[in-house]
């Protein structure tokens, strides 16, 4: 237009009045944006969520104006998440609708939100876009990820409690509850043998015990800021909470109650529960359990159990012990161990090992060496301290806690 206005000077006039045409159309195309219905959203979320396990969100655009659209998306997926669809751009037919069914990866746990959907609409004649926000908030619950949990389970189901490092010991004889009456057996003790029917049968007949049912384990979670270090690609307080799973199935299936105390900033309680169908109350109390930046009260925490759990029962402190722990900590164990079995399960961190274990070749690693020296040397004597106060102590690795944990139970549950 430029170029024929150069060489034709006469119609030059003309262009005002193209230009003023142009300018309606574009501002024809502005109101248009705003006068065509906006389309609907629909989301649907998945029932729960694991921490770091793909889940599936379905959403449904709907376009409720009779021309087509052309749209730009980006749904209101949480900050902390992985997706790769997004912003995805698109035509919607006339009174038509788009699927757009996206997997999502979530790293935290809790009750997450959702926002609304937003949508890029772009005008007619596509000289403007409009943005606007669509359908409804939503959440979602993350739970933390038991998949190892239930590798666990399956494989106690299938009899194979050896390929998960749970060591089931025979215990015949030692607990109190009677099962059966049964033929003696060569290796039977006498207290075994029940004479008055053997008396009857002419022959010898033995008792027969089974493990004790119905004890209650309550489980201490210790929320404060020291479970906040992050030992691999998880904090230690997950992997806390891996191994509460872990333990809570195994003690359910054993006829046990579970209970669950937090301290340290998060101060929660639930009563004991019993049955493999708690699963889901113990599941559905400790999935948003998070740390804080406060210190532990160990002293007040036993107080607050004294006073929930009355009954006789095996007590299991999950903390990450320190050396400077000694005073703080011991009085509060001996006071629970007067009424309950007590249980410290300490935390150790991965890289003070490494950090032994690692050749010296460089003044900073002398210092380092022996820095981790000291700091397990100091656990250690706390450790043999509370030992020697009657407290069953426990000092793994995150990547071992879970199975030595389930094992210590198994141990320790026979003189509750």
Partial sequence: MGLAGSLYPRVSGWWGGIGGVLALLVLFDALAVFVFKLPLAERT????????????????????????????????????????????????????????????????????????????????????????????????????????VLSYALMAMAHRQEHTGIIRKNRAGLSRDFHQLRDYQMGDSLSQIDWKASSKRQSLISRDFQEQLDQSVILMLDCGRRMRTIDGEISQFDHCLNSMLLISYVALRQGDQVGILSFGGTERWLPPVKGASAMTTVLNHLYDYETSPFPSDFPEAAERLLKHQQRRSMVVVMTNLRGEDSDEL?????????????????????????????????????????????????????????????????????????IALANTYLETRQII
């Fill in 45 to 148: 979320l998945p029932g729960r969520m694991a921490v770091g396990v793909e889940g599936e969100v379905k959403l449904r655009i709907i376009n409720l104006s009779n021309r087509p659209l052309h749209v730009g998306v980006f749904d209101g997926i949480p900050s902390r998440c992985e997706c790769d669809i997004f912003p995805w751009r698109g035509w919607i037919k006339r009174s038509g609708y788009l699927d757009l069914n996206y997997p999502i990866i979530l790293s935290e746990r809790g009750e997450i939100d959702f926002g609304k959907t937003h949508i890029l609409m772009t005008s007619l004649l596509g000289f403007w876009s409009r943005c606007v926000k669509i359908g409804d908030n939503g959440k979602v619950k993350v739970y933390p990820n038991y998949q190892p």
């Fill in 330 to 402: 011991r009085e509060p164990l001996k006071k629970l161990r007067q009424k309950h079995v007590v249980v410290l399960a300490s935390l150790r961190e991965l890289g003070i090992g490494e950090m032994m274990d690692k050749d010296l070749v460089s003044f900073e690693d002398a210092l380092g060496y022996f820095a981790a020296h000291d700091y397990a040397a100091e656990r250690q004597a706390v450790l043999t301290t509370l030992k020697a106060d009657g407290i069953v102590t426990l000092d793994e690795t995150a990547q071992q806690f879970p």
